[in-house]
């Protein structure tokens, strides 16, 4: 893969090919400029960007505090007083909407980063040392993949909600690792035979260094694609466990359990759910978006498809 | 290649057990069925309780490890134990594999066929207007989690009948309890319950399908043995129909199939939105309810949906595509 990037990067540039001085951009200035050609991510990074600030940056302006109640104003429609109207309890929708956002993207981002992670460290781990390393690990992974997730984290996390919501990050994230490790086993496998991996082999570096130094770097764009994907596929988890009450716990609010709560009622006071539930599926488009985007300017098979 | 499935087979069916007791162990730990009879009232004595619990193999008092063992060589025989109330899981399973075979059937089936249709015929039309409508339309509902899709349609089923006046669209239950109406009332009953649950599950189905559908019809298009078609004479509809997408739906195929396994008991959030007492909506409910054993029956039943789908995809992708099983 990244051969061929770089081939195409020549290819791309012959103006400054000249006959000493051959200038070839790096790969990742490369990508970035395809990405940034494309019009699905910048409508995707906008979105994020947008939606980030919004919930860091929206309720500093906002006369209401999280938690705070109004007991003057009780499930009331929008006004300028509650820009997005208020709850059964007097709480403001857009301070608790905007909260929910924070928990839900650091969920996703996190969870995300740390199940690639596990990933890349597996795979390449079995593919690199294949033999008794291998059968154990995927092994290991096919358990985990056998295992019903919903299941084990509906009952795992109540178990452990006091510990906070750190502990769901890390739980999401045990379960959402076991298909890419496959997929980097198998890349491993034929990295390990390039001449540059064989070097440093021979050169006494070792094993653990060169997969992390060699073989790890190498995938990368495989990594960062599914790293994209799963934030969004972390986030609708977050939001169906918090939606049965399994996942994030009050007084945390997250995306998924304000649509709980607000489904009950969608129809006679909509603004409860029409919000959060907008705000969510934006946010996973908009992730969904970029993924696409970034796949098709890593992959040059997959560009006719676009 | 015989040796090598009954390889495969056997270490599917060593990690299925696996799963089943790690699920067992989890329940058997975490959830305490004792809680269940703390909310009644008369409230029970504690030796009753200990006696009704004994009667279930589920006292917390026992030591784990006797629990487990007659749990486990009930399952060994089959018998998947009782649950809190004291009915046979297995019953259980029967009747709630039916439920969802019921929704999955139609909404699968549904699902995939209007988006390999759609999906194919965007290949074809590649950049045309259709093909970015059916491409906007499927990215905006793989945005959208199963859940919001489920309460969405409720919301505006809501809406309409309110709208209308009268109860158009039912959204809650399998059918009407105590109804009778003869066999075409019933009929019609249950058709009317199950429109909205199978639409909910049809969309995110269509959604992904027609994504997959166009990006293998688009790999196929470019492809020799299709120019070859057309070069010898053939007509463009039977070059696309014929050679183009019979070769573009071997992959589909065995992602159905892989599909059709993992929703078995994967439809937990249409399930149980909707009211249906399927094997998904099970998945929340036997936690709810502290039921250890049904918890384990779920997962033995989900791990052994997954391993079976992945298994029978495997095969079947070897079975069509003569290029896999050359090599």
Not at chain 2, 209 to 218: A, D, G, K, T, V
Request: include cysteine.
């Amino acid at each position: 893969m990244s051969m061929s990037a770089e081939h195409a990067a020549l290819e791309a540039d012959p103006g400054h090919g000249g006959a000493d001085e051959v200038r070839v951009s790096g790969r990742w200035v490369n990508v970035l400029r395809q990405m940034l050609a494309t019009r699905r991510v910048i409508v995707g990074l906008a979105c994020i960007v947008l939606l980030t600030a919004m919930a860091w940056i929206g309720p500093l302006f906002n006369p209401w505090e999280f938690g705070e109640r109004d007991y003057s104003a009780f499930l009331q429609p929008p006004s300028p007083d509650h820009l997005w109207g208020t709850d059964d309890t007097g709480r403001d929708i857009f301070v608790n909407t905007m909260v929910g956002l924070q928990k839900s993207i650091v969920i996703g981002i996190l969870v995300a980063v740390l199940s690639t992670f596990i990933a890349a460290v597996v795979g390449a781990f079995a593919g690199y040392f294949l033999g008794v390393t291998d059968r154990v690990l995927m092994w290991i992974t096919d358990l985990a993949l056998v295992l019903p997730s919903f299941l084990i984290l509906a009952i795992l996390y109540p178990a452990l909600r006091d510990k906070g919501w750190v502990v769901f990050v890390i739980l999401l994230a045990a379960f959402m690792w076991m298909v890419t490790s496959k997929m980097v086993r198998g890349m491993t496998i034929s990295l390990k035979e390039r001449e540059y991996v064989l070097a440093a082999h021979y050169m006494g570096v070792p094993a653990w260094r060169i997969i992390f130094r060699h073989i790890i770097p190498n995938m990368s764009s495989l990594l960062v694609v599914d790293a994209t994907i799963n934030v969004s596929a972390a986030i609708i988890t977050e939001t169906s466990l918090s939606y049965f009450g399994f996942g994030v716990q009050p007084p945390d609010v997250s995306l998924g359990s304000l649509i709980a709560a607000g489904s009950r009622s969608a129809t006679t006071h909509p603004w409860l759910f029409v919000f959060c539930t907008g705000l969510l599926v934006v946010l996973v488009l908009a992730v969904n978006l970029i993924g696409d985007g970034l796949r098709d300017a890593l992959d040059p098979q997959s560009k006719h498809r676009s | 290649m015989g040796k090598f499935l009954v390889r495969r087979l056997v270490n599917y069916v060593v990690l299925i057990m696996l799963a089943t007791t790690f699920a067992y162990l989890l329940a058997a730990t975490t959830l305490s069925p004792r809680v269940n009879y703390e909310e009644r009232s008369p409230r029970p004595t504690e030796e009753q309780v200990d006696q009704r619990l004994d009667e279930l193999n589920l006292n917390d008092k026992t030591p784990l490890a006797e629990r487990w063992v007659v749990w486990a060589s009930g399952v060994a025989k089959g018998d998947f134990g009782k649950t809190v109330t004291g009915t046979p899981v297995n019953d259980e399973i029967e009747r709630r594999v039916w439920v969802s075979l019921r929704l999955i059937i139609v909404g699968t089936v549904l699902g995939s066929v209007i988006g390999v249709a759609v999906g194919a015929y965007a290949a074809v039309k590649q950049y045309r207007l259709f093909d970015k409508a059916s491409t906007a339309g499927a990215f905006f509902v793989l945005a959208v989690p199963a859940v919001v899709i489920a309460l969405s349609l409720q919301v505006f089923a809501t809406m309409f009948n309110q709208a209308v006046g009268a109860q158009v669209f039912v959204y809650n239950g399998e059918g009407t309890l105590g109804l009778e109406a003869g066999f075409w009332g019933t009929l019609w009953d249950r058709l009317k319950h199950m429109i909205l649950p199978t639409l909910a599950l049809a969309l995110a189905q269509f959604a992904a399908f027609s994504r997959y559908q166009r990006n293998m019809m688009l790999d196929v298009l470019g492809s020799d043995f299709v120019r070859t078609a057309r070069a010898k004479g053939l007509n463009r509809r039977d070059a696309l129909l014929k050679h183009a997408l019979r070769t573009a739906l071997i992959p589909t195929v065995t992602y159905f199939t892989f599909t059709f396994g993992v929703m078995m008991a994967g439809t937990t959030f249409t399930e149980k939105i909707y009211n249906w007492n399927g094997m998904g909506s099970w998945v929340v409910d036997s936690i709810v309810t502290n039921d250890v054993h049904a918890v384990a029956a779920v997962s033995c039943f989900m791990a052994v949906c997954i391993m079976a789908a992945s298994f029978l995809s495997d095969i079947l992708y070897a079975w069509l595509d003569p290029r896999v099983r050359v090599s």
